[in-house]
C-alpha cells in the first residue's frame, strides 16, 4: 500500500513532519517567552512602574500576528507549497527576531515582535496540513497530537527558556538567538521536506484574502481600541468605542463572507457546528485565563514580592508545572468520562484557583490556607489549582473538535482550536489590563505625593513607607480585580463546556 505522500519512505514522513514540529516549537516557544523579560525590558528602556501600560503591546502585537495571519498563511500553503510558506515564515521569524533584538524603544519592540507573530502564525497549521498530506488517516491522530503537544509544550518552556537565556546573554539575547536557530530550522525543512510538500491539485488551490483580512480587521481594531496609552482618564482611548463598533461590524462581515464564499477560511461542511463551536468558545476562556496567569501572576511578584525575572518565574513555576500534569489527566480523564465532564470540570477548578488568587494579600508568600487539622501554603495551592485546572481542558477540547468534524479537516480543525486559544489569549489580556490599568491609575491619583522637603530624615523615611504601601495596595486592588474576572471567565467558560455534546463522532462525508 503506497502512502499519501505516494514516494516517502516512513523515515522520510517521519524527518519531514519533525522538522514542522521543530518549527512550530520555536514559534510557540517566543509567543510566552516575552513573559520572563518583562523586568529587564522595564530597566533597559526605563518604563516607570505606574507606566506597565507600555508593557501590553508587547505582548498583544505578537498574539496578534500570530492570530491573523494563521488561517490565512496556512490556507496559502495550499497553493504554493508546504515547504515554501515554511521557509519563508522561518526567514520571517528571523527578521522580527532582529527588529526586535535591536530596538531602542517600545514601538520598534512591537513591530519586530508583530512580524515574528505573523511568520510563527503560519507554522502551526502548515505542520498540521503536512502531516495529513504524508499520513494516513489511521496514523493521522497520532501525528497530530504530537506536532499540536509541540505547541503546548511552548506555554511551559516558553518562560523558564527565557529566563535562564536572558541570565546569561540579556533580553536581547534571547531574539538575537532566535536567528540561528531559524536557520537550522530552515536547512532542517529544505533536506526533510519533499521539493513540493503540498497536496495534490495545490496549483489550483485558491485563498480566502477577503476572509482572512476581515478577521485581521476585526483583531486588530478590538486590540487597537482596548489599548489606552492615558489609562487614569478612563477604561479606553477616546476613539475606542468608535473603533469596537468598528469590529463588531467587520466581524459581521466576516461571517457573512465566510456564509456566502465559495472559498472559505474553514469549510463547515459535514462540521456538527453546536459542538465544533461549543469547543472552540472554551479554548478562548482557557486562553484567557491562560495568558492572565502568565502575565499578571509574572507582574505580581515583581511589582509586589519585589523578585527579578528569574524570581517571578520560581513563583509562576507551580503553575508551569501543574499545566502538563493536568493536560495528561485530562486526556486519560476524559476518554473515560467524556469531554464535556472533564472540559467542565477543569474550568471550574481553574475558576476556583483564580477565586483564590483573587483574595492573595500582599505577600502570599507566607500566607497559607487552613483547614483545621492542617494547612496548605496559598501561593503553592492557588497557582496549582489554576494550572491543573486549565490544563484539564486542553485535552478534551482538541478531542471534541476532531470528533464533530470530517477526518480530512482534521489539520485545519487542529488549527482552529489554537486559534480560538490565541484570540481569547489575545482579547483577554488586552480587555483586562485596559480595566486592570485604568483601576490601578485611578487609585493612584487618589494618593498624595510624598513631600519631604524640611523633615527629619527619620520622618520622610515614614512618609515615603506610607506611600510605598498606598501604591502596594493599589497595585494589589488591580491585580485582585483581575483575577475575580478571569474566575468569572472560567465559569463562563465552564458553561460553555456543558454544550460540547457527546462522543458520537460524524461521517466523513466525502
Known amino acids: 500500500m503506497r502512502s499519501p505522500s505516494g514516494a516517502l519512505t516512513r523515515r522520510a514522513r517521519v524527518g519531514a513532519i519533525g522538522a514542522g514540529g521543530l518549527a512550530v516549537l520555536l514559534g510557540a516557544l517566543d509567543t510566552y517567552v516575552v513573559i520572563a523579560l518583562f523586568r529587564q525590558i522595564v530597566e533597559d528602556l526605563q518604563i516607570p512602574i505606574n507606566r506597565l501600560e507600555r508593557l501590553t503591546p508587547i505582548v498583544t502585537g505578537y498574539l496578534l500576528g500570530y492570530v491573523a495571519a494563521m488561517p490565512l498563511l496556512g490556507q496559502a500553503s495550499d497553493r504554493f507549497g508546504r515547504k515554501l510558506l515554511l521557509q519563508v515564515c522561518l526567514i520571517g521569524f528571523a527578521a522580527g527576531s532582529a527588529v526586535t533584538a535591536l530596538a531602542e524603544d517600545v514601538p520598534l519592540i512591537v513591530i519586530g515582535r508583530v512580524v515574528q507573530g505573523i511568520a510563527s502564525g503560519a507554522l502551526l497549521p502548515v505542520t498540521m496540513a503536512l502531516a495529513a498530506d504524508l499520513f494516513s488517516e489511521r496514523r493521522r491522530a497520532t501525528v497530530l497530537g504530537s506536532v499540536g503537544a509541540a505547541q503546548e509544550l511552548g506555554a511551559v518552556l516558553g518562560p523558564l527558556y527565557g529566563v535562564l537565556l536572558a541570565a546569561v546573554a540579556g533580553w536581547r539575547g534571547v531574539f538575537w538567538v532566535n536567528v540561528p536557530l531559524a ?104 486562553g484567557a485565563a491562560l495568558m492572565v496567569t502568565l502575565v499578571d501572576v509574572d507582574l505580581f511578584a515583581q511589582s509586589l514580592l519585589d523578585t527579578d525575572d528569574a524570581g517571578a518565574i ?144 527619620a520622618e520622610a523615611e515614614r512618609v515615603e513607607a506610607v506611600f510605598r504601601h498606598r501604591v502596594n495596595e493599589a497595585l494589589l486592588t488591580q491585580y485582585s480585580e483581575i483575577f475575580l474576572i478571569t474566575a468569572f471567565v472560567c465559569v463562563a467558560g465552564a458553561a460553555i463546556a456543558l454544550f460540547i455534546g457527546s462522543r458520537t463522532r460524524v461521517v466523513n462525508p466525502r
Open 183 to 286: 536557520v537550522i530550522a530552515i536547512a532542517v525543512v529544505h533536506f526533510a521536506l519533499p521539493r513540493r510538500a503540498s497536496p495534490a491539485g495545490a496549483e489550483r488551490a485558491k485563498v480566502d484574502v477577503v476572509g482572512g483580512g476581515l478577521l485581521a480587521i476585526t483583531l486588530g481594531l478590538v486590540v487597537v481600541g482596548l489599548y489606552n496609552s492615558e489609562p487614569g482618564k478612563q477604561v479606553l482611548p477616546e476613539n475606542g468605542v468608535s473603533l469596537l463598533i468598528g469590529a463588531a461590524v467587520a466581524a459581521v462581515a466576516f461571517v457573512v463572507w465566510e456564509m456566502l464564499a465559495r472559498t472559505k477560511l474553514i469549510d463547515t461542511a459535514g462540521v456538527a457546528l453546536g459542538p465544533f463551536f461549543a469547543a472552540l468558545g472554551v479554548s478562548a476562556a482557557a
Open 314 to 457: 520560581m513563583v509562576l513555576l507551580r503553575f508551569l508545572i501543574a499545566l502538563p500534569i493536568g493536560a495528561v489527566a485530562g486526556g486519560w480523564l476524559a476518554a473515560r468520562f467524556g469531554e464535556r465532564i472533564i472540559g467542565c470540570a477543569g474550568m471550574l477548578i481553574a475558576a476556583a484557583g483564580f477565586a483564590l488568587l483573587a483574595g492573595w494579600p500582599i505577600n502570599p508568600l507566607a500566607a497559607r490556607h487552613d483547614l483545621g487539622v492542617f494547612s496548605l501554603p496559598r501561593l503553592d495551592t492557588d497557582l496549582v489549582l489554576v494550572g491543573l485546572g486549565l490544563g484539564l481542558v486542553i485535552a478534551p477540547v482538541s478531542a471534541a473538535v476532531l470528533r464533530v468534524v470530517p477526518p480530512v479537516q482534521h489539520g485545519i480543525a487542529s488549527a482552529a482550536v489554537v486559534v480560538a486559544r490565541m484570540t481569547g489569549m489575545l482579547v483577554g489580556i488586552a480587555a483586562l489590563s485596559a480595566w486592570g490599568l485604568h483601576r490601578f491609575h485611578s487609585l493612584m491619583q487618589e494618593i498624595p505625593l510624598p513631600l519631604t522637603i524640611g523633615m527629619s530624615e
